[in-house]
């Protein structure tokens, strides 16, 4: 699909994966329409996108119905509140982008005959009792709890999903995205990285919640794009995990901001939000199977990029 210059919908597409999403399309010769209601995407973040042929914008809540007029060939449905400070602040509205708005962009893929593209998450997987996790693994997720609004959005979008490509003949590919991090994350959007790096170029203590012996595996957003475009190009429906496998806590991740920041800061520790999970790193073997992606760029070189970038804004 990338290389066949196609008109392609990207929801979400000003935010932070949605604009670099854009902006590969654009530069493998597709059109890109990318709608964003922009409650946590940022014009911003496609300003140098507008300029250019084959792009546009459109603000829009994709929860709501959607008219796109013309022929479409793909559907990227990555709109989402994706962090936990957003989507414990907007439960009811990442609820319904997850259910009204996966039925509403796989309706105008039906209508289109087009591909669609769900970009679904770890968090199905919740506090996983399977290390690492294998798509195959069905997840541990409170369904009640704070953090379910995401986690149980996103696993109705893959039934969702599902259901169109065996009832309609959807052509589908769902994705679960593990922590990304990189350029055009906001600085307060509340994910582990950003916030360590603002706190750290800013002189103030990093703050970790519990012990920090909790896990994650953090993925550089140009690999983790990579690696969606792997996918939506393949033959594969998925779920693929796509992630990076090198595993670290979250204590060992304040130390590597600190090391290459050269921040005097000190670490805080404050207590463990609600459902936290314990573990997660993805098992990437599907990936690296079916799709001949594996990332490779490491943390610190990913970190130091990242903290570059917010340095200059």
């Given at each position: 699909m990338t290389s066949d210059h196609g008109r392609v919908v990207v929801t979400g597409g000003a935010g932070f994966l949605g604009s670099h999403l854009c902006r590969e399309l654009l530069d493998a010769g597709n059109e890109v329409i990318a709608i964003d209601n922009l409650i946590t995407g940022s014009l911003d973040n496609v300003s140098e996108l507008s300029a250019r042929d084959g792009f546009s914008f459109v603000q829009h809540d994709v929860s709501n119905h959607i008219d796109v007029p013309g022929q479409v060939d793909a559907v990227l449905h990555l709109a989402s509140h994706a962090s936990p400070r957003d989507y414990l602040e907007h439960p009811i509205k990442t609820l319904k982008v997850g259910s009204l708005g996966t039925?509403?962009?796989l309706g105008l893929a039906k209508d289109k005959g087009a591909r669609y593209f769900l970009a679904s998450t770890s968090e199905v997987y919740g506090d996983p009792?399977?290390?690492?996790?294998?798509e195959t693994y069905w997840g541990?997720?409170?369904?009640?709890?704070?953090?379910?609004v995401y986690d149980e959005a996103k696993r109705f979008a893959e039934a969702m999903t599902m259901a169109y490509?065996?009832?309609?003949?959807?052509?589908?590919?769902?994705v679960r995205?593990?922590?990304t991090y990189g350029e055009r994350m906001r600085p307060l959007d509340g994910r582990v990285v950003s916030n360590f790096i603002v706190q750290a170029?800013?002189?103030?203590?990093?703050?970790v919640y519990g012990d920090g012996s909790q896990t994650r595996s953090f993925c550089y957003v140009d690999d983790e794009i990579r690696g969606l475009l792997a996918l939506l190009d393949s033959d594969y429906v998925g779920p693929v995990n796509v992630g990076n496998?090198?595993?670290?806590?979250?204590l060992e991740l304040a130390e590597i901001v600190l090391e290459v920041t050269r921040s005097p800061s000190e670490i805080v520790f404050e207590a463990l939000p609600v459902d936290d999970p314990a573990q997660r790193r993805p098992d990437i073997t599907l990936a690296r199977e079916v799709l001949g992606w594996e990332p490779t760029v490491d943390v610190r070189t990913g970190v130091a990029r990242t903290a570059e970038w917010f340095a200059r804004g």
């Open positions: 039925h509403n962009t009792l399977e290390h690492p996790q294998k541990h997720v409170n369904p009640i709890g704070p953090r379910g490509h065996r009832s309609h003949g959807v052509d589908v590919r769902i995205i593990f922590n170029l800013a002189g103030k203590p990093l703050t496998p090198d595993e670290f806590t979250v």
